[in-house]
């Protein structure tokens, strides 16, 4: 055969290539496959309950509770403002503001919020396969199934399953509504789509932080997947970083701050030296955890803190060899590759871009492992996969090869995709029975991550919910009591430097009416963290146990001025100075006695005006005004009391 006709038969195939168009119908079905699996492998999670960051972000949180109300407040504040327990670090007033209007629809229903985010989940899905149809330009059913294993990946079922991981979700929508009008504006140069991708990109921003890495995310989709010239991706590069810039000097101006300045040892182990050596080895070792939990998703938990991971302090240690030598391998490859545009050069660069905040290589985030920080990164683990199976069986990914047992070749690649993706699946739908409570998820992790203080802690801490144990029987009380006891003392052994755990002794001490050694626990926490408004609640508490009412006062005092959202030292403080009333009236000091009961209905009050619904509140305000011979208000407020169930 002549060369000419070689080449004229190269020609006709490269031009029906070119001319294939894809059926918007077979798009559309696929599509709504992919809606349905998404939120089917999730379905499961809708009855669940709120679990861990839950309660600070949303069922604890008085601000998010005060819904639409608050919107210009959570807007202008901190991502945790509004609970006891508050972090000035974070700027997601997107990801809040969501939650304080679900709240206003359906207060206090975590079935709606898990519906919410199990809808945000199969939105993302269908969002990926739609950017991956647009950039890739291969067989749709090869992008199909690259979609349904991401969708089926249990790295994400603590994104999915946790409430407040709505961040993730949230960024990851509009980063890829962002990428689906950057590739409009390319094709038609309409600057209504160049500002429709910057308003998304802001959007992620406001979800998450994080998605500031789609700075450098950008110029590598429009150079490997586009023919746009080097001036139009300058461009919109240009545009991604301006808005970068504006954003990080917005959220100094609320947080004050970039980044995380105090980051405690028991949230991220490198903390634990200040030899940057090796916290870098550490690093890069972690690394290589992140991968394997990629490749293979089990066990998983929701903590992987101190002391799970070792730091790692020699060259020697195999574990950081191996990620290291890895890793150089797939920088080499992928720079090697770049010109070329080879799909595994992306995703290698898509994965590390991805991965950059989350390594702790570059700046000191406040974990050093978290399964979540895997979402997105996790695109480019199932694109390489799917991409090498297709390249070891020869399969084609042409988009004009629509028919998928073509293009398989048989059912051996359909085989492999479909027991892969059935055993992720599998793995999807246990784990997430394990978020169904925090009886559930901290009963099971603790198993996985024994030597976790974090998780101690958080065990520790559910077991004595003073809820839970006033409704306990007293064998099973006494059983709670001392699993706590056990855990706790194991966290603090651990690491001492822990005021959270120390708190949570203080707490099962004073259920044992073990006031002196509650107190000492207290005041060892807020030794160690004077600015945290709870531990002097705490200490406030013992001190009213053992009578000394003045001094009471004074730690409750003490924890409003740390947080002035913090209904229960209110409350406690209006107790103090009942009281104090009932002790002036039994002196016949009716005079001082009547001041204190204005004082305990003022503090009182302000405890209603933070919680809408704090019943013993209420109470306290109809026997204050009873106390100071108002039974008119006294009825009025004894009976808003009775009417909160």
């Given amino acids: 055969m002549s060369s000419k006709k070689i080449n004229n038969k190269k020609e006709s195939v490269s031009k029906k290539k070119e001319n294939f168009v894809l059926s918007k119908g077979l798009v559309i079905k696929l599509s709504l496959l992919i809606a349905l699996v998404s939120f089917l492998l999730y379905a499961n999670t809708l009855n669940h309950g709120f679990v861990l960051d839950d309660y600070s972000v949303i069922k604890e949180n008085q601000l998010t509770k005060k819904g639409t109300a608050a919107l210009k407040e959570i807007f202008s504040s901190s991502y945790r403002e509004g609970y006891a327990n ?14 304080a209007i679900e709240w206003q629809l359906s207060p206090d229903n975590a079935h709606f919020h898990h519906f919410m985010n199990v809808l945000f989940y199969a939105l993302a899905c269908v969002l990926l396969f739609l950017v991956l149809l647009k950039y890739l330009k291969w067989n749709v059913y090869v992008l199909f199934a690259i979609t349904l294993l991401f969708a089926a990946h249990p790295i994400h079922t603590e994104v999915v399953a946790n409430i407040k991981s709505r961040d993730e979700l949230s960024s990851m929508v509009f980063l890829l509504l962002s990428l689906l009008a950057i590739h409009k504006y390319i094709s038609n140069g309409k600057m209504l789509m160049l500002l429709s991708s910057l308003f998304c990109f802001f959007l992620a921003l406001l979800s998450k ?28 590069t240009g545009g991604v970083l301006a808005l ?9 101006k609320i947080i004050g701050s970039l980044g995380i300045a105090n980051i405690p040892v028991v949230d991220n182990s490198l903390m634990a030296t200040t030899n940057v050596i090796h916290q870098k080895l550490t690093a890069i070792y972690i690394m290589g955890k992140y991968f394997l939990l990629l490749l293979f998703p089990h066990p998983l938990s929701s903590d992987y803190s101190f002391d799970t991971i070792p730091l790692v302090t020699s060259l020697g240690n195999i574990g950081l060899l191996l990620a290291l030598s890895f890793h150089v391998y797939l920088l080499y490859f992928a720079f090697k590759k770049l010109k070329e545009k080879h799909i595994l050069s992306f995703c290698i660069f898509f994965y590390l871009i991805g991965m950059a905040l989350a390594s702790n290589l570059f700046m000191m985030i406040g974990t050093h492992l978290a399964e979540r920080l895997l979402f997105f990164p996790s695109v480019a683990f199932c694109l390489a996969l799917v991409y090498l199976l297709m390249k070891l069986l020869k399969m084609d990914w042409s988009p004009s090869a629509n028919n998928p047992f073509m293009i398989l070749k048989g059912k051996t690649v359909m085989l492999i995709l479909v027991g892969l993706s059935a055993l992720y699946s599998a793995k999807t739908f246990s784990r997430n029975k394990d978020w169904k409570s925090d ?15 974090h998780m101690l802690f958080y065990h520790a801490n559910h077991m004595v919910n003073k809820d839970t144990l006033a409704a306990a029987s007293p064998q099973e009380r006494e059983y709670r009591l001392k699993t706590a006891q056990k855990n706790i003392e194991k966290a603090l052994k651990i690491y001492e430097l822990f005021p959270d755990a120390h708190n949570v002794a203080g707490k099962i001490y004073y259920e044992q009416k073990n006031f002196e050694a509650a107190f000492k626990s ?7 963290n004077p600015e945290k408004g709870m531990y002097h609640n705490n200490i406030g508490t013992c001190l009213f146990s053992i009578g000394n009412f003045q001094e009471a006062a004074k730690a409750f005092t003490k924890a409003i001025e740390l947080n002035k959202f913090d209904a229960e030292a209110n409350c406690n403080l209006g ?15 009716q005079a001082n006695a009547n001041q204190s009961f204005m004082k305990a209905i003022q503090y009182f009050k302000k405890a209603t005006e933070i919680d809408k619904n704090y019943k013993s509140a209420y109470r306290f305000i109809g026997l204050t005004y009873r106390n100071l011979g108002d039974e008119a208000n006294a009825q009025q407020f004894l009976k808003k009391a009775e009417s909160i169930k």
């Fill in 86 to 99: 508050n972090e000035n670090n974070l700027y997601r007033p997107l990801t809040k503001a969501m939650f």
């Fill in 439 to 453: 009886t559930t998820l901290f009963g099971k992790d603790i198993e996985t991550v024994p030597n976790s203080a």
């Fill in 522 to 528: 207290y005041s060892r926490a807020s030794e160690m």
């Fill in 244 to 252: 970068a810039v504006f954003y990080m000097i917005m959220h100094v």
């Fill in 209 to 236: 932080e994080s998605a500031i890495v789609f700075v450098a995310l950008v110029p590598l989709f429009i150079y490997f997947f586009t023919d746009a010239p080097v001036k139009l991706n300058a461009k919109i």
């Fill in 575 to 589: 107790s103090a100075y009942g009281t104090m009333g009932e002790a002036y009236r039994a002196q016949n000091d």
